[in-house]
């Protein structure tokens, strides 16, 4: 991993190998890391960028309100500094808002999209799951992190897994930036660009899983109707969180295709 300045923060990164550029965003309280499975994969035969969102993993942060419009103008001053000039962009859930949002913003950067797990206008009921999560945030990461796993992990998932999950909430408890999280949660509450998907020409792909309680499937079936040009996948026995089990290959799968297709 690396670091580098941009847009007045310092911002945490793994650059990997040539090719056409993919850019995975990743979601929610979560940093670079979670693009591992995919991004060892794929950097073989593309070049491949994850980093963390501001106030997320190992980004810092600054005095400004966070928004989407902010994360996705972080986005733009890295790949500048980078010198990536365009790019697939992968996001998921606030990833994908940030991706959905860079893409209305700059289009002559965005060769295709990969929209995972994602809304592009929050509702009452997403509004309320919010209301919980900012609770138990306030209470603390281990409160959140209970409050946020049933919503993203199937129940036989979560069983089989018990003990790894405990690592990761522990770690969490000592390393997660409470107050990223709380900025992340308040970027989404009013997030609304339904309207201008139409701006957007590059080819996508939604990702959805069947059992999505956080959001469900009218919210990213919404997406794809609204997109110019645009499919829906739909995994089953799979929640907000796509990257599980054998869902992993299927992906990976899904982006070497939709690769191939653009390029």
């Known amino acids: 991993m690396s670091k580098i300045e941009a847009n007045n923060i310092v911002i945490n990164y793994r650059l990997?190998?040539?090719?056409?550029a993919i850019v995975f965003i990743h979601g929610l309280?979560?940093?670079?890391?979670?693009?591992?499975?995919?991004?060892?994969?794929?950097?073989?035969?593309?070049?491949?960028?994850?980093?963390?969102l501001r106030a997320h993993g190992?980004?810092?942060?600054?005095?400004?309100?966070?928004?989407?419009?902010?994360?996705?103008?972080?986005?733009?001053?890295?790949?500048?500094k980078l010198n990536i000039s365009d790019a697939v962009f992968i996001g998921l859930s606030l990833g994908g808002n940030v991706a959905l949002n860079f893409a209305i913003k700059?289009?002559?950067?965005?060769?295709g999209l990969i929209i995972m797990s994602s809304f592009s206008e929050s509702s009452k009921n997403l509004q309320d799951i919010f209301d919980q999560f900012y609770l138990g945030i306030n209470?603390?990461?281990?409160?959140?992190?209970?409050?946020?796993?049933?919503?993203?992990?199937?129940e036989d998932v979560l069983v089989e897994?018990?003990?790894?999950?405990?690592?990761?909430?522990?770690e969490g408890i000592k390393t997660a930036n409470v107050e990223g999280i709380k900025a992340g949660i308040r970027a989404g509450y009013d997030f609304s660009i339904t309207d201008k998907l139409s701006a957007i020409n590059a080819p996508a792909i939604i990702i959805s899983?069947?059992?999505?309680?956080?959001?469900?499937?009218?919210?990213q079936r919404n997406i794809h109707k609204n997109l110019n040009n645009s499919e829906m996948i739909i995994l089953e026995d799979t929640?907000?969180?796509?990257?599980?089990?054998?869902?992993?290959?299927?992906?990976?799968?899904?982006?070497?295709?939709?690769?191939?297709?653009?390029?």
Not at 16 to 20: F, M, P, T, V
Not at 36 to 45: D, G, R
Not at 209 to 219: F, P, Q, V, W
Not at 241 to 253: D, E, M, R, S, T
């Open 239 to 263: 929640k907000h969180n796509v990257l599980i089990g054998n869902n992993i290959v299927k992906i990976i799968n899904i982006i070497k295709d939709f690769m191939q297709k653009i390029s």
């Open 161 to 170: 897994n018990k003990e790894v999950l405990e690592f990761v909430r522990q």
């Open 58 to 80: 190992e980004s810092s942060d600054d005095e400004n309100e966070i928004t989407i419009d902010l994360y996705s103008q972080d986005l733009y001053h890295l790949l500048k």
């Open 209 to 219: 899983g069947k059992d999505d309680e956080l959001t469900d499937l009218n919210m």
């Open 29 to 52: 309280s979560d940093s670079l890391n979670y693009w591992s499975p995919l991004q060892s994969q794929l950097k073989n035969e593309y070049q491949t960028l994850s980093y963390d």
């Open 139 to 154: 209470e603390g990461f281990g409160e959140f992190f209970d409050i946020i796993v049933p919503y993203t992990i199937p």
């Open 16 to 20: 990997e190998g040539k090719g056409d």
């Open 106 to 111: 700059h289009p002559e950067m965005v060769n």
